[in-house]
């Protein structure tokens, strides 16, 4: 390979760790040493015993039990450091595996230049098994290091043409030529399968543009178990920076991420309550517009539902009504006159205990037709309620399952739905509770059991819609009668008459 300049050897580096912060630590190190034509010329593995709980055993495997017996990183630091010295280094995501290992090289008093390395993750932009998947290379395995570094080297000879910097190899100081103390593999280990976060199997094939590949795996890691701390924040914060991603990079980041989670989750043909509730909490952590999430599943998850339009049913009419000719039908004078005459009740604005929303298109994204969404009051078009109040008979709708509001916690980051929308939302953990919150888990939190947390938290904002212009504002839910308009109507009526 033209690249590797005046190297002999390349050097594949895969890594598994107790997390993905610079606290945390290696619990598995493969080294596959190849020469300049992909041949396979040396390997080596070991696992390591970081001293601490090994984190996330859904992901590598290991248990406590299994590294008891594996060496420290000191004890292998020289031998991997002399293996290293003089080789182009290659990894998938290789910031992260120099970034960690060059972590422990330093509490090993080791110091590591790495050097120009390859990078495969941002010649394909997706996660190794996807990358190898496309281009026919049969892994030996997953999450394990020797796999991965294996499969990374074969995928590295696969895209080499998306490659054109010169490389320069890994400087190690000081350079011991030393054996290692003692190396521990998995041969021989029975291994445990712990089922993996829902929304970390979404992701599994989620792609990422090329610049913001790393963001996104680091993304995907962070946000599986459906909380976002301080700390993991500071870090997609740091390397946002070091990437050179502004706000609208992150942003945009943040979106694709969504969208892959959404494309995986659609692939069945059926959202179900928990696949919906995790995805609308994905959303909240990403401080993402869940109406992301909801215009793409709402389809996957209406039910038709047959509606009695008997006496006192609560009705709510919303967007613009056409009759056979292209005119437009009047709400007030025809609509609601209609409703009332058959002995329905007529709203304005939705509320939450309206029974039906009859809307010009049922598709729409009006607020109306959201609102009754997400709480799971049926929905029905002009032309079906129409001909059904005409017939006496009930009219068919469609209904969604309500799933309440994504919120996450302003103290720890935990995720979880909420009957309502607050402003400075506390889970039950942080407020003192003795019900579990939503750390670590998977399983969404039901509204039954926030309930109580939810009437402690302090006035949610309301979303009010103008009588006059259409346009909705927010402000501070309060007591007392709504305003009808908006702050800019009552400002030009004020300019208008000349009012103070």
């Given at each position: 390979?033209?690249?590797?300049?005046?190297?002999?050897?390349?050097?594949?580096?895969?890594?598994?760790?107790?997390?993905?912060?610079?606290?945390?630590?290696?619990?598995?190190l493969?080294?596959?040493?190849?020469?300049?034509?992909?041949?396979?010329?040396?390997?080596?593995?070991?696992?390591?015993?970081?001293?601490?709980?090994?984190?996330?055993?859904?992901?590598?495997?290991?248990?406590?039990?299994?590294?008891?017996?594996?060496?420290?990183?000191?004890?292998?630091?020289?031998?991997?450091?002399?293996?290293?010295?003089?080789?182009?280094?290659?990894?998938?995501?290789l910031?992260?595996?120099?970034?960690?290992?060059?972590?422990?090289?330093?509490?090993?008093?080791?110091?590591?230049?790495?050097?120009?390395?390859?990078?495969?993750?941002?010649?394909?932009?997706?996660?190794?098994?996807?990358?190898?998947?496309?281009?026919?290379?049969?892994?030996?395995?997953?999450?394990?290091?020797?796999?991965?570094?294996?499969?990374?080297?074969?995928?590295?000879?696969?895209?080499?043409?998306?490659?054109?910097?010169?490389?320069?190899?890994?400087?190690?100081?000081?350079?011991?030529h030393?054996?290692?103390?003692?190396?521990l593999?998995?041969?021989?280990?029975?291994?445990?399968?712990?089922?993996?976060?829902?929304?970390?199997?979404?992701?599994?094939?989620?792609?990422?543009?090329?610049?913001?590949?790393?963001?996104?795996?680091?993304?995907d890691?962070a946000?599986?178990?459906?909380?976002?701390?301080?700390?993991?924040?500071?870090?997609?914060?740091?390397?946002?920076?070091?990437?050179?991603?502004?706000?609208?990079?992150?942003?945009?980041?943040?979106?694709?991420?969504?969208d892959?989670?959404?494309?995986?989750?659609?692939?069945?043909?059926?959202?179900?309550e928990?696949?919906?509730?995790?995805?609308?909490?994905?959303?909240?952590?990403?401080?993402?517009?869940v109406?992301?999430?909801?215009?793409?599943?709402?389809?996957?998850?209406?039910?038709?539902?047959?509606?009695?339009?008997?006496?006192?049913?609560?009705?709510?009419?919303?967007?613009?009504?056409?009759?056979?000719?292209?005119?437009?039908?009047?709400?007030?004078?025809?609509?609601?006159?209609?409703?009332?005459?058959?002995?329905?009740?007529?709203?304005?604005?939705?509320?939450?205990?309206?029974?039906?929303?009859?809307?010009?298109?049922?598709?729409?994204?009006?607020?109306?037709?959201?609102?009754?969404?997400?709480?799971?009051?049926?929905?029905?078009?002009?032309?079906?309620?129409?001909?059904?109040?005409?017939?006496?008979?009930?009219?068919?709708?469609?209904?969604?399952?309500?799933?309440?509001?994504?919120?996450?916690?302003?103290?720890?980051?935990?995720?979880?739905?909420?009957?309502?929308?607050?402003?400075?939302?506390?889970?039950t953990?942080?407020?003192?509770?003795?019900?579990?919150?939503?750390?670590?888990?998977?399983?969404?939190?039901?509204?039954?059991?926030?309930?109580?947390?939810?009437?402690?938290?302090?006035?949610?904002?309301?979303?009010?819609?103008?009588?006059?212009?259409?346009?909705?504002?927010?402000?501070?839910?309060?007591?007392?009668?709504?305003?009808?308009?908006?702050?800019?109507?009552?400002?030009?009526?004020?300019?208008?008459?000349?009012?103070?």
């Amino acid at each position: 390979m033209s690249l590797l300049g005046g190297a002999d050897r390349i050097a594949v580096i895969d890594v598994e760790t107790t997390g993905l912060y610079n606290v945390d630590r290696v619990v598995e190190l493969a080294i596959v040493t190849m020469d300049s034509t992909g041949t396979v010329v040396d390997e080596f593995e070991t696992l390591i015993n970081p001293h601490r709980d090994p984190g996330p055993t859904w992901i590598h495997g290991l248990t406590p039990t299994m590294l008891a017996g594996a060496p420290g990183f000191d004890d292998i630091a020289a031998h991997v450091a002399a293996r290293l010295h003089g080789a182009v280094v290659v990894g998938h995501n290789l910031r992260f595996d120099t970034r960690m290992i060059g972590n422990e090289f330093g509490r090993a008093n080791i110091g590591i230049d790495w050097g120009t390395g390859l990078d495969t993750l941002r010649a394909t932009g997706c996660k190794l098994e996807v990358a190898c998947a496309e281009y026919g290379i049969v892994p030996d395995g997953a999450h394990r290091a020797l796999f991965d570094a294996r499969a990374t080297g074969r995928l590295l000879f696969a895209v080499a043409d998306a490659f054109s910097r010169a490389c320069l190899p890994v400087v190690a100081k000081p350079l011991r030529h030393s054996p290692p103390r003692r190396v521990l593999t998995r041969d021989g280990v029975i291994e445990i399968d712990v089922g993996a976060p829902y929304l970390a199997s979404l992701a599994r094939g989620v792609h990422a543009d090329v610049d913001v590949a790393s963001y996104a795996i680091l993304l995907d890691r962070a946000v599986a178990d459906l909380q976002l701390t301080a700390e993991e924040r500071h870090e997609l914060t740091a390397l946002a920076t070091e990437l050179g991603l502004d706000d609208h990079g992150r942003k945009r980041a943040h979106r694709e991420f969504l969208d892959g989670l959404i494309d995986a989750a659609l692939e069945d043909g059926v959202v179900t309550e928990v696949e919906q509730e995790q995805l609308c909490r994905a959303a909240a952590l990403l401080e993402l517009d869940v109406n992301v999430v909801t215009r793409r599943t709402n389809a996957y998850r209406l039910t038709p539902e047959s509606i009695g339009l008997d006496a006192g049913l609560i009705v709510c009419f919303t967007g613009t009504v056409l009759d056979d000719f292209g005119n437009q039908i009047d709400r007030e004078s025809v609509l609601e006159c209609e409703a009332r005459q058959h002995g329905l009740v007529p709203i304005d604005r939705f509320r939450k205990d309206c029974g039906l929303v009859i809307a010009a298109d049922t598709a729409s994204e009006s607020k109306k037709v959201r609102e009754a969404r997400r709480l799971g009051v049926p929905v029905a078009s002009v032309a079906d309620y129409r001909a059904a109040l005409c017939a006496g008979r009930p009219v068919m709708g469609t209904r969604a399952v309500p799933n309440g509001v994504a919120q996450v916690c302003i103290e720890c980051g935990a995720s979880w739905m909420a009957v309502r929308r607050s402003s400075k939302p506390l889970c039950t953990s942080c407020r003192g509770g003795t019900t579990q919150g939503s750390r670590g888990a998977d399983a969404p939190i039901t509204t039954s059991r926030v309930k109580p947390v939810v009437a402690q938290q302090p006035p949610a904002i309301q979303t009010l819609e103008c009588s006059q212009c259409n346009c909705t504002w927010e402000r501070p839910r309060s007591r007392g009668r709504r305003p009808l308009r908006c702050p800019g109507c009552l400002d030009a009526e004020k300019s208008t008459s000349g009012a103070p």
